[in-house]
Every structure is written in C-alpha cells, then in structure tokens.
C-alpha cells in the first residue's frame, strides 16, 4: 500500500474514531428515533406484525407467533405469495420501473422492469405447471447471475414449489447431493457461465450429476453462452421455446404462511451439507423490513447493488427477496471484478448511479490490495450507504471502504446474519447508530441477542463468550430439510431448546455493542463463504493415494480465512508438488473450486490425543506461525516439530 495512504489509515485507527449518522442523512431516515428499540423489546410480536403489514396478504394472520421450542411459527393463519409480493402488488403503480439493470460479463446490457420479470416468471411458472409441478414439489436451480435465475425463483415460489439453488461455482458432485438430499423433480440450468473470461460448462456439470439424481424428470436449460451442448431426447428442453409457448398469465397461489419458499444448502461441521429450509411469511416479513430500514432505502430512487452471488443466501435475500419486496432497482453483474480490469465495479456503479453497495470484507480487503487507483478513476459520488457482510470486517477494511469508496461521507453497516436467520439480525440502523469499524453494533429491533459463557451466563458488558439469541425472530429457518434432529442437536444442543445457537464467539464491549470474532466451531470462513473442514477433509481422503487429511482455516490477509491442508499420503505415493496440485484439482472436483486448499503440508502423521482424535486447535497454530497451545494430551508429539518446519513457509505466500 501506498505510504501517504497507510499514514491515514493509521491515524484514522489510533483515533479510535466513531462515526456519528451524517445529520442530513439522519433527518431523512426512515428511522432516526432510538425508541425503535424500546418499544420492540416491549412488545416484539406487534414489532413484528408491524413490518408483516408491509407485505400484501391475501388473508390475514391470526396469531404472530407460535413458539414451541425449539420450534416457531409466524403469522399463523395467514396467506399470502411471495412473487405476488415481489411483482404483481407494483405493476399498477410501478410497473416499468426497472427491477434489475444486468450486466454479462462480457458486456452485455439489459434493463427488465417490474413488468417484464413478472410476464417472464408468469410464463416459466405456467410451464412447470405443465410439466407437472405442483405445490410442495423441489426444483432445483443451477445458473449463473443472469435474469433467469430470479425469474426461476420467483416462478418457484407463484406456484409453491420450494426452490434449491446451488451456486454455480459447486461442481457435479456437489450438486448431486444436492438434488437428491431435495429429490428435485425439474432442474433449470445453462449451457454456461462466464467468469473472469473463461466459460463454466454447467451443463456439463448438469449432466454429470443428472445421470445420478433418479428425481429429475426435466432439464430446463437456458442458452448464456451459445455454446453446443448436447441435448438430450425426452429429458432436457430449451428454456426460451418453453417461456415463449407458454401463456403470460398465471395466479399466484395463495399459499400458507408456514409453507415452505425454499431450501439452501450450507455447510456444517459434517462432511453432509444442511438444507436450511426456510418458509414464506416470516421470511419475506424479514428480508423486506431489514432491506427497507438497514439500507434506508427509496425505491424511487437509488440504485441499489448486492454484489453478492444469488447462489448464497445474500443473495436469495438482498438481491431478489428483500428488494423485489420493496419495489427497489437493483444492478445484477454476472461475473468477476477484475474482468477486463480492476475498476470493474466502480465503472458499474458510474455509469449506473449506484446509490447503495453491499458486499464482503473480502471483496473490501482485495480492492485495497489494488489499490484506491481504480476507483479514483471514476466518478463515485452517487454512493450515499455502504454495507459489509459474510465475516467479521477489521476497522482497516471498514475505513479504507468508507474512505476510498464512499469519499468519507457514508454510513457503512456492517450487518451480521447467516444463512439460518434468514435476514440481517445484528446491525446499525443508518439513521440512529453511532458506528464503531469492526463491529455490527446492535441487535436489529425485535432481535433478542446477547453473549454467553460456556455455563449459560450472560458475560456483560465487557466480556466474551457465545453469541446467542433468545428469541426466534420472523425470517429464522424452520429446521433442517429432513433432519430435524440435526437441527436441535446443532443449534439448541448447548443451551436448550429456547436459545438458539448460531456457532459464533462475540465480545460486548463497554457500550453493549457486539464484535463478532469468527465461527467457534469447525467451519471455516473462506471469503465469505462456509466451509466445513471436514467436508474438505473427507474430499482429500476420497483420493486413492492419501491415506489421512486434516484441514483448519488460518488467517489471510485477502480472504479473511485460508483453508490449510495437513495430508499424509499412502506409503506407495510420495507427497510431492504433484501430488499436491492432483489434490487441489480433485477437491474441485469433489466441492468446487472455492474449497481447493491453499496450502498442502505433507507428513508421516498428523496430531493426535490418545484417543486418536486429531488435535486441530494445534494444527491452526502450526498454520499460523504461533507458539504452540497445550500438548500435554498429544500421543505423538515430535510430530509437530516436523510439521511446523515444513509449514514454515506458509507465511511468506500471501503478502
Ligand atoms: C456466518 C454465516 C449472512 C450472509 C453471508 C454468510 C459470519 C456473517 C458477519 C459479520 C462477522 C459474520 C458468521 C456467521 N458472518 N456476517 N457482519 N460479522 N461475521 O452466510 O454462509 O450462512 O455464514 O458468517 O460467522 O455465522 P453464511
């Protein structure tokens, strides 16, 4: 980094600096009253339906909530369709107002307004039901970040057939799990992708796991790159012959409250992904009242980015649900940041007026590593609110971004959820919030959160421990997609059944404001994105010539986390670079390419107990260079002697 602009930063962080609401941004905020806050914790349930109201119903609730722990339920009684609340309720008023300006990769411009996508999601819906898909049916959904996907979503949800979609960048295998954990009957995919220039051949991808998923009936493929790929006879049909000959009209089923939207896969400390299954009612409720008021945003107005792949549950939330919900316009950018260059994003938002960014730390910390050149290029000024998800964000990132992205002048709202809250849960509110960099500040209202030790005690002020929340909030996962039991193991396993527990350590500093610190359990962070060790565990060992593999997370400058491997191969196989880059290719394979490990340390042996259980706490502390915890319980000590001088290197390859 450049020296004038180090000195900033750093004087920027000794200062410790906390940011106050800009004074014109506050008097225009939807909420700009700390009261908010008072009146949610009296009385949650009125909170709650408060911000279901904004929603169209077909039929109103009976009850807000039913909480029988560790179960809930909200807005019993209820009906209503999530893309009737994302189309159909703006088309008298807004119906040409632009829902998604996208850009291809390589170039491509399309504006599709608020008529346009529901005309298309009328016409894909009308063609599942023609193929046989009724309510309650899986459809699984394997695209890259064009038009389609929300369309497939929102052609999912009119009909009440629960979607699973799986990010592009998973391979075959991935996504033939995935299928079959769901046992998806319709599969929409592509012919390809573009990223970073190169095509990701996903119908290859398809065909590989379909001919393993006996539920798949139909392909749906929609043609992105053009390219030939083979079809085949009675299974696989065009995505455009079918949404052209299909009609444009299509009610929009009145479903439950509690009937499931949809299904996405997240990684846990197995080597079996979970399907986190979420329902409509409280889920809409959530994503469009925290995209309202976390973003403060005005539909008439701003151009909102999540930059985010729709693949993950960012996504699902802040690129479709949250700001359909609100009427919102949204860029849609389908492929890397640095393709053709580095200021990619920054011409996007330029050339667009983008008003609102919301993306990861991860993405902050490689824009830094360019350098501020790239943006400086452009014209930024449109920017008025910054966000940051995925992983705790270090006061540094959140500087540099307020600074060299949004010219000193934005909140930046760093917001803490997960794939299971469903919606943004612990957060600034823009209008209300004094910002602290690095931390999510406080509870969103309605959110009961608080930090715990180990025996169930709140820490107070000042202490660390276990992030918890002690009451369920709208947006929550309902459970685990046929496995109830790994859903009240998982999260209600350590304090029972009326605390959730979400796997973070958290700090409450002397102001109550909360410091994520990362997962607490054997899932890693690999930007932004959950990965479990043993999931890249049991990849590495599926490998003919290893014979054991052990894998811990250690902390990179970029990625937030890198993803260590620790493998000892078969006797008759030499642990070489060779074998090394065969390992790497075989878990992209096995998962893709986001969990190829960054670094492989061969060794006879890896640390045990005497149990035999692998000590990984000491393996982190190999991987990152760090005096050695407790040993004392180790069966094979001299071990680690030997490791950590092969992993010496490690540091040095990543500055
Ligand atoms: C895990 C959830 C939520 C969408 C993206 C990731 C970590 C997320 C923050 C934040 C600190 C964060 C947590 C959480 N995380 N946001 N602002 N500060 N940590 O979704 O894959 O379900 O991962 O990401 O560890 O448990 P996910």
Redesign the pocket.
């Known amino acids: 980094m450049d020296r004038e602009i180090e000195a900033t930063l750093e004087a920027l962080l000794d200062e410790r600096r906390t940011f106050e609401p800009p004074e014109a941004f506050a008097e225009s905020a939807f909420l700009n009253d700390p009261a908010v806050y008072s009146e949610a914790e009296r009385d949650p349930d009125a909170w709650w339906a408060s911000q279901a109201e904004r929603l169209d119903w077909f039929q109103r609730w009976d009850q807000v909530l039913e909480w029988k722990p560790p179960h809930h339920e909200w807005f019993l009684g209820g009906k209503l369709n999530a893309s009737h609340n994302c189309l159909d309720r703006h088309l008298a008023r807004d119906g040409d107002r632009v829902a998604y300006h996208w850009i291809g990769e390589p170039g491509e411009k399309r504006t599709i307004t608020y008529r346009a996508l529901h005309e298309e999601v009328c016409r894909l819906a009308n063609a599942l039901k023609d193929m046989g898909i009724r309510k309650g049916d899986r459809v699984a959904i394997y695209l890259p970040m064009i038009p389609e996907l929300p369309a497939a979503m929102l052609a999912c949800a009119r009909i009440g057939a629960p979607h699973s979609v799986v990010f592009g960048g998973f391979s075959a295998e991935s996504l033939r799990d995935r299928i079959n954990d769901a046992e998806a009957k319709v599969l929409i995919t592509a012919d390809g992708g573009y990223r970073r220039g190169d095509v990701v051949p996903l119908k290859a991808n398809a065909d590989e796991a379909v001919g393993q998923t006996p539920s798949i009936e139909t392909v749906i493929v929609v043609r992105r790159t053009n390219e030939n790929v083979p079809m085949q006879e009675g299974r696989d049909v065009d995505y455009a012959d079918l949404v052209e000959q299909a009609s444009p009209e299509c009610q929009a089923e009145a479903l439950d409250s509690e009937d499931m939207l949809y299904i996405l896969y ?1 990684s846990g400390t197995t080597g079996k992904p979970k399907g986190i299954l979420h329902t409509t009612g409280g889920y809409l409720t959530g994503v469009s009242a925290t995209h309202h008021l976390v973003f403060d945003v005005r539909p008439e107005t701003d151009v909102y980015w999540c930059a985010a792949d729709i693949g ?3 996504g699902h939330s802040y690129i479709v649900y949250g700001p359909l919900a609100n009427g919102c316009t949204s860029i849609l950018y389908e492929g890397a940041p640095d393709f053709p260059d580095k200021d990619r994003w920054w011409s996007i938002i330029e050339e667009y007026g983008v008003s609102i960014l919301y993306t990861a730390p991860t993405a902050i910390r490689t824009f830094m590593k360019w350098g501020p050149q790239y943006a400086d290029k452009h014209d930024l000024s449109s920017l008025r609110l910054l966000g ?6 270090n006061p540094e990132a959140w500087i540099w971004y307020q600074q060299f992205i949004g010219g000193g002048k934005t909140p930046v709202v ?7 809250t469903g919606a943004i849960a612990i957060t600034p509110l823009p209008g209300i919030t004094t910002l602290k960099p690095g931390s ?1 500040t406080k509870p969103f209202p309605g959110v009961f959160a608080d930090v715990l030790d180990e025996q169930g005690h709140p820490v107070g002020r000042g202490g660390g421990g276990y992030l918890v929340l002690k009451r369920p909030i709208p947006s929550m996962f309902r459970t685990i997609y046929k496995d109830d039991a790994r859903y009240r193991e998982t999260y209600f396993g350590r304090y029972g059944d009326h605390i959730y527990f ?3 350590g958290a700090k409450l500093d002397d102001d109550g404001y909360f410091w ?1 610190l ?2 607490v359990d054997d899932v890693m ?1 690999i930007a ?3 990965i479990s060790t043993y999931e890249v565990e049991s990849a590495l060992v599926d490998h003919p010539d290893v014979a054991e593999a052990a894998v811990v997370g250690r902390r990179h400058p970029q990625e937030g986390e890198a993803i260590a491997a620790f493998v000892t191969p078969k006797a008759t196989r030499i642990g070489d670079e060779e074998l090394a880059q065969e390992l790497r290719a075989h878990v992209a394979k096995v998962i893709g390419k986001i969990a190829r490990p960054h670094s492989i340390v061969f060794t006879e042996d890896l640390p045990k107990t005497r149990s035999g259980k692998i000590m990984r706490r000491l393996l982190r502390d190999v991987a990152e260079g760090r005096q050695l915890g407790d040993v004392t319980t180790l069966q094979n000590a001299p071990i680690l002697d030997e490791i950590r001088s092969k992993a010496n290197s490690l540091q040095g390859d990543e500055a």
């Open positions: 997240t993950w549950v960012t940051s998800v995925g992983e705790p964000i760093d917001t803490w959820w997960q794939t299971e999510a979400p796997g973070d994520l990362g997962r962070n932004g994105h959950r």
